[in-house]
């Protein structure tokens, strides 16, 4: 196995593949030991979690009641916070995000897709009428998502139709949940999530508009966690258990392939 002289020693071949050998079973024993300990033992410890306002209220935080029954020794620990924060730098474990997903080097496991559709009170379309075309929108009170300046509504039908509406937005907020509530209370056509306009639709407080236009492209529900996250058991069992919740939600539903000609209409 070891190549001798007076002055040196070295590996022969035969030597150098044994010890890579080694090395390998080595690492084959370590990570059964640590899969037969995580099977073995139970989950504890602080589970940091980062999770934007509107999801994080509506379809996490009312979760996590079940997660603690079944790990009741993780503890976990719930940032609201629509701003993008690096997890490594804020010290958390996991982060449920919405949109398109940030270049960041960070892990990611898909939970769904959003749809949106327009959507706005019975008593507000008796005022202001019922739009038939997507261009009649701009003759109505919007309540967009995001700031007091005029942004880009890009919707699409069931025929695979295409358009871009230039909208000036009447009421804006960074946060999804405001705007359904200025829906309700008939201030506008919101252009809003499904999951979280449904009851409202269901119970007649919101109708939608323009019922064969919807938000051309679905947005991405996802977490994101640092590679070596899903050593830490909580962390895996927390991702299984996301997967679970938001598989019971229908209206994440997968990403559609849309090609279509783009319209721009603008005031």
């Known amino acids: ?71 009741p020794q993780v503890r976990l620990e719930l940032t609201l916070d629509n701003q993008p924060l690096d997890l490594i730098e804020h010290g958390f474990d996991i982060a449920l995000h919405r949109g398109k997903l940030p270049d960041s080097g960070y892990m990611t496991r898909t939970l769904g897709q959003s749809r949106s559709l327009l959507v706005a009170s019975p008593s507000y379309l008796d005022r202001a009428g019922r739009p038939e075309l997507p261009e009649h929108l701009l003759q109505h009170s919007l309540l967009v998502l995001g700031r007091a300046q005029p942004t880009t509504w890009r919707l699409q039908n069931t025929s695979g139709s295409s358009v871009q509406i230039i909208v000036h937005p009447d009421i804006a907020s960074n946060e999804s949940m405001a ?87 603008g005031r």
């Open 179 to 265: 705007l359904v509530r200025q829906a309700v209370g008939s201030a506008g056509i919101a252009l809003a999530a499904v999951q979280l306009v449904r009851r409202h639709i269901e119970r007649g407080e919101l109708e939608v508009v323009l019922p064969d236009w919807q938000r051309a492209t679905d947005t991405e529900v996802a977490l994101l966690f640092p590679s070596q996250a899903t050593l830490d058991r909580k962390v895996r069992l927390f991702i299984d258990y996301c997967v679970e919740i938001f598989a019971q939600f229908p209206d994440l539903a997968p990403d559609k392939i849309r090609r279509a000609a783009v319209v721009p209409i």
């Open 1 to 71: 196995m070891l190549n001798r002289t007076t002055r040196r020693i070295s590996t022969t071949h035969a030597g150098r593949e044994l010890y890579d050998r080694c090395i390998q079973a080595e690492a084959i024993v370590e990570d059964a030991e640590r899969v037969v300990k995580d099977l073995r033992d139970e989950p504890v410890g602080v589970l940091k979690i980062l999770a934007p306002y509107t999801l994080g209220l509506t379809v996490l935080e009312p979760a996590l009641i079940e997660f603690r029954r079944r790990y």
